[in-house]
């Protein structure tokens, strides 16, 4: 049985105060609201994310610090894609009651863990008991300077697209669970321990490298689909230059989801690493309203045909 709420949040609270404290926060968990301080000159970034038991993970595929890792992940990789700093995040938990404390432990853990690495204190949420599985929704606040945030909107027919790290990882860990493979944590870290973008993103937005920028959380079709809808543009993506994650096949890369690679448009000069982090040049914006995808000498149309849950 999972702990009584009030003792859950004393839990989660002496974990976080343990951790470094936010100079961005000046009153945390305990009080009605948060009170961040933003750096001056900067506006907020809010994103929102869930986290719902067999939809974004299974039980008896992912242990707890995987769900509370990805969980967060997801969130900050939203504020990378803005080229933001995150500031604060807001975790809302709703737990079934036959939960094991165990599993509450090991999720606060996967989730401080990677809060601690980005310095990004959890600065409130709520939590309640759950009818059915595990919900969980994550709050995450970023900061940009005014005006910079790098949008979907802004690719310009002419302009190189690019990704960062490699692609369709997490989709091939899937396919492998499906199949009942045995599958561990070091063949697929992609998967099991993506790692959100902060400094590429930050670093694109400060050099202006990016005219428009999103993650790779639905899968590179559906995400460059959003681009170039919010850009009025179309694009040309070369089959062969995709960088594939071992073991994923270009299907999994154009059309699986939870890469949170960065995707960006860009007509500036990017280099081929940024902060250890590879950036691989993947096509074109083009004139018109169509994906395209090159490969070997063909041309076929892409189409926007994103990740499937799990079902
Ligand atoms: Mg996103």
């Known amino acids: 049985m999972p702990m009584p709420e009030r003792l859950l949040i004393e839990g989660v609270r002496s974990r976080v105060l343990r951790g470094r ?6 009153v945390g968990i305990g009080d009605d609201c948060a009170v961040l301080r933003l750096p001056k000159g900067h506006e907020a970034l ?3 994310d869930f986290s719902l038991e067999g939809v974004h993970f299974r039980r008896d595929w992912h242990g707890p610090e995987v769900v509370g890792h990805r969980c967060l992940t997801r969130g ?4 990378a894609a803005m080229g933001g700093d995150p500031v ?6 709703a737990l079934p009651a036959k939960l094991p404390q165990k599993w509450v432990d090991g999720f606060a853990e996967g989730l401080l863990d990677l809060a601690n690495e980005f310095d990004v204190p959890l600065a409130g949420g709520d939590t309640a008991q759950s009818p059915g599985g595990i919900l969980a929704d994550i709050v995450v606040m970023g900061s940009v300077p005014t005006g910079k945030a790098v949008l979907r909107a802004g690719a310009k027919a002419g302009d190189w697209i690019y990704v960062t790290g490699i692609l369709g990882g997490s989709a091939a860990a899937i396919e492998a669970l499906r199949r009942g493979k045995r599958v561990s944590r070091k063949d697929y870290p992609e998967h099991f321990h993506p790692m959100p973008r902060i400094a590429v993103g930050r670093l694109l937005r400060e050099r202006g490298l990016a005219s ?14 959003h681009i170039c809808e919010e850009s009025g543009v179309g694009a040309e ?12 096949t270009l299907g999994n890369a154009l059309h699986g989801g939870d890469d949170y690679e960065l995707l960006f448009a860009s007509r500036g000069r990017v280099p081929a690493q940024i902060q250890g982090v590879a950036v691989t040049r993947i096509g074109r914006v083009v004139r018109g ?8 000498g063909r041309r076929f149309e892409l189409k926007a045909k994103g990740w499937q849950h799990f079902g």
Do not use: C, N
Not at 88 to 93: D, T, V
Not at 212 to 225: F, N, P, Q, Y
């Open 46 to 48: 809010v994103t929102t």
């Open 76 to 79: 900050l990789s939203d504020i």
């Open 237 to 248: 993506i070369e089959a062969g230059a995709i960088p594939l994650a071992r073991k994923a």
């Open 212 to 225: 428009a920028m999103i993650d790779v959380s639905d899968g590179l079709s559906t995400d460059l689909g």
């Open 88 to 93: 604060a995040a807001f975790l809302s938990l």
């Open 289 to 296: 309203r169509k994906m395209t995808l090159l490969r070997g």
């Open 21 to 26: 404290t936010g100079r961005r926060v000046r």
